[in-house]
């Protein structure tokens, strides 16, 4: 029994945690989905233990257990730990900026893996066993290429949590490099002891910081009751301005479709995170939260406003900013608090520094803002107004075109008007109007 206790508690987590992510996403009153990839990290990360313990019990009693099942049993712990790190890599990069879609990058950073279990397969028949003093431990070229593995993921880690350390939200980035620095440490140790055969907490430590501050369900919920809420937030004004119909649904898949061309040029590509995409798509429903405090008289008049009316139609920007710092600044999010407060505060500024309320010119403007700017725009001209009817949809795109480099961000401009096809299957729905 001593030669696999570890392996016993660490397994023990590594299920508890299972079940209870597998109850609490199947249970369908709480709306949640399962990540897959997390998913398959947990059953590969059991096997691992599994055979860990397996093979920490058969390599001491040589005696008994035949060599070819011995063999068996170290190949397949050697190739559950080969598929742990690479799925413990890919889980992180779609955590944080996705995995690359070139099929180069792709190229490179699967190849290790397959090499790997290449030379698993074609080495395990060189295997042999060491007697220690305390433990029997297995050696061999398969045992060195898995190892060398284990460290060519780490450090594709490393690279991650290093030089990708801004696109991973403050909460997420506590609980990878726990992980990491944990997972590390053992890896070390059985590197320079390897008579210890402490290999299971590597996965245990993974699946324990992953699940506490990424995948819990609960704390999931909570994350999506608070952003439930501040949908509704956001509904309140659309009611009170009754001429804005599905204005809010609709720029916030303008805004979906301007990311997703974004995501694809090289000037945004690092810019455009999951994370970021994520906080704007919540954001922009908050972009006229402001309208709250404008009086209804001004919000639903059918002509034109007077220069004294429009002035007041204004301060909906700075209130806006202000009303998301005074009512969301104890959510546990800074990263969507700022973005939700550029666009409320910042989603009327103009390129050439012409609009309001600080004349914000160029890229002082926040990114976020200027995104905004262009949805927000495009469906106020192709939408029915009170004081007008809509405008035919050619003619907003015109305007658009017009107010590059002077109103809205050029580079922007040329992503929204690439992507006109899906603008239109948007404008074509008339959602709630």
Same mark, same amino acid.
């Given at each position: 029994?001593?030669?696999?206790?570890?392996?016993?508690?660490?397994?023990?987590?590594?299920?508890?945690?299972?079940? =209870?992510?597998?109850?609490?996403?199947?249970?369908?009153?709480?709306? $949640?989905?399962?990540?897959?990839?997390?998913?398959?990290?947990?059953?590969?990360?059991?096997?691992?233990?599994?055979?860990?313990?397996?093979?920490?019990?058969?390599?001491?009693?040589?005696?008994? *257990?035949?060599?070819?099942?011995?063999?068996?049993?170290?190949?397949?712990?050697?190739?559950? *730990? =080969? *598929?742990?790190?690479?799925?413990?890599?890919?889980?992180?990069?779609?955590?944080?900026?996705?995995?690359?879609?070139?099929?180069?990058?792709?190229?490179?950073?699967?190849?290790?893996?397959?090499?790997?279990?290449?030379?698993?397969?074609?080495?395990?028949?060189?295997?042999?066993?060491?007697?220690?003093?305390?433990?029997? @431990?297995?050696?061999?070229?398969?045992?060195?290429?898995?190892?060398?593995?284990?460290?060519? @993921?780490?450090?594709?880690?490393?690279?991650?949590?290093?030089?990708?350390?801004?696109?991973?939200?403050?909460?997420?980035?506590?609980?990878?490099?726990?992980?990491?620095?944990?997972?590390?440490?053992?890896?070390?140790?059985?590197?320079?002891?390897?008579?210890?055969?402490?290999?299971?907490?590597?996965?245990?430590?993974?699946?324990?910081?992953?699940?506490?501050?990424?995948?819990?369900?609960? @704390? #999931?919920?909570?994350?999506?009751?608070?952003?439930?809420?501040?949908?509704?937030?956001?509904?309140?004004?659309?009611?009170?301005?009754?001429?804005?119909?599905?204005?809010?649904?609709?720029?916030?898949?303008?805004?979906?479709?301007? $990311?997703?061309?974004?995501?694809?040029?090289?000037?945004?590509?690092?810019?455009?995170?999951?994370?970021?995409?994520?906080?704007?798509?919540?954001?922009?429903?908050?972009? =006229?939260?402001?309208?709250?405090?404008? /009086?209804?008289?001004?919000?639903?008049?059918?002509?034109?406003?007077?220069?004294?009316?429009?002035?007041?139609?204004?301060?909906?920007?700075? #209130?806006?900013?202000?009303?998301?710092?005074?009512?969301?600044? #104890?959510?546990?999010?800074?990263?969507?608090?700022?973005?939700?407060?550029?666009?409320?505060?910042?989603?009327?500024?103009?390129?050439?520094?012409?609009?309001?309320?600080?004349?914000?010119?160029?890229?002082?403007? /926040?990114?976020?803002?200027?995104?905004?700017?262009?949805?927000?725009?495009?469906?106020?001209?192709?939408?029915?107004?009170?004081?007008?009817?809509?405008?035919?949809?050619?003619?907003?795109?015109?305007?658009?075109?017009?107010? #590059?480099?002077?109103?809205?961000?050029?580079?922007? *401009? =040329?992503?929204?008007?690439?992507?006109?096809?899906?603008?239109?299957?948007?404008?074509?729905?008339?959602?709630?109007?």
């Amino acid at each position: 029994m001593h030669y696999f206790k570890l392996q016993i508690g660490s397994l023990f987590v590594v299920l508890f945690i299972t079940i =209870d992510y597998v109850r609490q996403t199947r249970c369908k009153n709480r709306n $949640l989905s399962c990540n897959k990839l997390f998913g398959a990290l947990l059953i590969v990360s059991s096997w691992l233990i599994f055979f860990d313990g397996l093979t920490a019990w058969t390599v001491n009693h040589l005696d008994t *257990v035949p060599l070819w099942l011995n063999n068996t049993f170290h190949c397949l712990f050697f190739l559950a *730990v =080969d *598929v742990t790190m690479f799925l413990t890599f890919i889980y992180l990069c779609d955590a944080t900026f996705g995995f690359p879609k070139s099929t180069i990058k792709k190229i490179l950073l699967c190849s290790p893996f397959v090499i790997n279990v290449l030379a698993i397969f074609i080495f395990i028949k060189d295997l042999n066993y060491v007697i220690g003093k305390t433990t029997n @431990y297995s050696m061999g070229l398969s045992v060195i290429a898995c190892y060398l593995n284990a460290w060519v @993921y780490f450090l594709f880690l490393f690279f991650v949590v290093t030089f990708y350390r801004k696109k991973i939200e403050k909460n997420r980035y506590a609980g990878v490099i726990i992980s990491v620095v944990v997972s590390l440490t053992v890896m070390i140790l059985q590197s320079i002891f390897p008579e210890i055969l402490i290999t299971s907490i590597v996965p245990a430590a993974f699946i324990l910081g992953f699940y506490l501050l990424m995948e819990d369900p609960s @704390y #999931r919920r909570l994350e999506k009751h608070n952003y439930e809420m501040i949908s509704g937030f956001s509904t309140l004004v659309e009611n009170k301005d009754d001429s804005t119909g599905g204005h809010i649904l609709r720029t916030k898949q303008y805004v979906e479709i301007i $990311l997703n061309q974004l995501q694809n040029e090289k000037k945004y590509r690092n810019i455009i995170s999951r994370d970021f995409v994520k906080n704007m798509l919540n954001a922009a429903p908050m972009h =006229d939260i402001g309208k709250i405090s404008t /009086p209804d008289v001004i919000l639903q008049k059918p002509g034109k406003l007077t220069p004294e009316e429009y002035e007041i139609m204004k301060q909906h920007a700075p #209130r806006g900013g202000e009303i998301i710092m005074e009512t969301f600044s #104890r959510l546990d999010n800074p990263e969507f608090l700022k973005t939700a407060y550029y666009v409320a505060r910042y989603h009327h500024e103009k390129w050439n520094g012409k609009g309001y309320p600080e004349g914000l010119d160029g890229e002082k403007i /926040p990114l976020c803002a200027r995104i905004m700017s262009i949805a927000d725009v495009f469906d106020a001209v192709s939408a029915k107004r009170c004081y007008r009817d809509a405008m035919p949809i050619d003619q907003c795109f015109q305007i658009i075109e017009k107010g #590059r480099g002077t109103d809205f961000d050029p580079d922007l *401009v =040329d992503v929204f008007l690439g992507a006109k096809e899906e603008i239109i299957k948007v404008y074509s729905t008339k959602i709630f109007d």
